[in-house]
């Protein structure tokens, strides 16, 4: 029997362990210095996506059931990272039958001789005193034959007519037209949180800003209702003509050189199309805008 002599085992050298350890320190100074900010886009992307995705399901639901459906962003001073789902109860349709019942809706417009609007009345004529006295701030007045709808911040007068201060008032879809009159409307009680319906939170460190106008959402009853009418479009009032959720981390700087990754939840108000943009620094809205332009 041959036997053959053991070769001694190859060990790693001094100088080929201290290049393995170099190595692994570099590529540990790379991830610590770039996995916060993969993490905190990541955040910052999941908060929107949930957005988006509960705005869809709002939008949804309102065209599924004919009636008002929306979120609402409960606020901790300047930064909401809670949601809820709401609804806007039907308070009545007092006019389901047409013109014979002879309850309307009127828009009276004033201009100058410029043809500038100088002032808006809107007014229903036909109620009772029962149906006029259920109709109070911050129920919605739905207009089908304009495809818009309007949240009433005050009323006056009645029962007919029952005066009407809106929010928003359907200047484009009337153009030039000074006088306007349906006779197909529905009214629709303040918004409340669907029954059984939990609360919802964002992902941690992501936040919706609502400071500085950031986020142009409405206070209403203390918190900021996202409300989408049975027809898609949006009846949260607003001046822009589209509703803008600022997304960035709290914890971070407030300015957008050194605040993070910062993202834009937007909703186009004529049609409610939802969708996500970043930040331009040199028009913070401009990319959001665009992203629902053709819808």
């Not at 309307?104 to 029962?130: H, K, M, P």
Request: aromatic share 6%; with cysteine.
């Amino acid at each position: 029997m041959i036997r053959t002599a053991a070769r001694p085992r190859r060990g790693f050298t001094l100088i080929e362990m201290l290049v393995v350890i170099g190595l692994i320190v570099f590529l540990a100074a790379i991830v610590m210095a770039i996995g916060p900010g993969v993490l905190e886009k990541d955040r910052a992307v999941a908060a929107v996506n949930q957005l988006e995705g509960a705005l869809q399901i709002a939008r949804s639901k309102a065209v599924r059931d004919n009636l008002p459906r929306g979120i609402r962003l409960l606020p901790n001073g300047t930064q909401a990272s809670e949601y809820q789902y709401i609804e806007a109860p039907p308070v009545f349709v007092p006019n389901p039958v047409g013109p014979a019942a002879n309850v309307y809706v009127q828009f009276e417009y004033t201009t100058n001789a410029g043809g500038q609007v100088t002032s808006r009345t809107c007014t229903i004529t036909g109620l009772t005193a029962d149906q006029a006295g259920q109709i109070v701030a911050g129920s919605t007045l739905q207009l089908p034959t304009l495809g818009t709808g309007h949240q009433i911040t005050a009323t006056a007068g009645g029962p007919s007519p029952l005066t009407l201060t809106l929010a928003t008032y359907p200047d484009a879809q009337l153009g030039a037209a000074t006088r306007f009159r349906t006779y197909h409307f529905g009214l629709y009680a303040p918004p409340r949180p669907l029954l059984g319906e939990p609360n919802f939170l964002l992902p941690q460190r992501a936040t919706v800003d609502l400071a500085g106008g950031r986020s142009n959402l409405p206070l209403s009853t203390g918190n900021y209702d996202i409300l989408f009418g049975p027809g898609g479009n949006l009846v949260t009032p607003i001046g822009a003509g589209h509703v803008f959720l600022w997304v960035r981390d709290p914890t971070r700087p407030d300015n957008l050189q050194q605040g993070g990754e910062q993202l834009l939840v937007v909703v186009k108000g004529q049609t409610g199309a939802i969708g996500s943009a970043p930040i331009d620094p040199a028009d913070p809205y401009s990319l959001g805008r665009a992203k629902v332009s053709g819808h």
